[in-house]
């Protein structure tokens, strides 16, 4: 049975000079299986659905609104992808520099460090937090 858990994010995107960060603090489900636990939430601008897996390996990014994407993010990992945009789709991939996750009955974190590639050309580096907590 799904818990309630209360989701925060914070996106620390790099691109040539300019830093911008994105925070955000939402309620969300947490489905815990054997060996990952999965959050489904919904963004702030109320339109963007997002499902996140995060396993001790790896994790998988699921955003789908008037944007949608998928990543998966790995210690030293390449993932390609579509990004679909409301102007058509664009080829992306991400490239993971750092993956660190702690998931607990509780709550997690989950940190990644990532270059993000469109068209096969660089875009940006980022850096993403989420954290979870389980409503007691």
Not at 25 to 46: C, K, S, W, Y
Not at 94 to 112: M, R
Request: proline letters at 3%.
């Amino acid at each position: 049975m799904p818990k309630q858990i209360a989701i925060t994010t914070r996106l620390v995107t790099r691109i040539d000079n300019e830093e911008e960060i994105i925070e955000q603090a939402v309620d969300g489900l947490l489905d815990i299986g054997p060996e990952n636990h999965m959050l489904r939430f919904t963004e702030q601008d109320q339109q963007t659905q997002v499902h996140l897996l995060v396993s001790e390996e790896r994790a998988q990014l699921r955003r789908n609104g008037s944007f949608s994407s998928a990543m998966r993010f790995t210690q030293g990992g390449r993932f390609e992808s579509t990004y679909q945009t409301p102007h058509g789709p664009l080829r992306m991939h991400v490239a993971t520099n750092l993956y660190q996750t702690k998931c607990d009955a509780e709550g997690g974190t989950l940190e990644t460090a990532y270059e993000l590639y469109l068209s096969g050309r660089f875009i940006s580096q980022n850096k993403l937090l989420i954290t979870w907590k389980v409503y007691k």
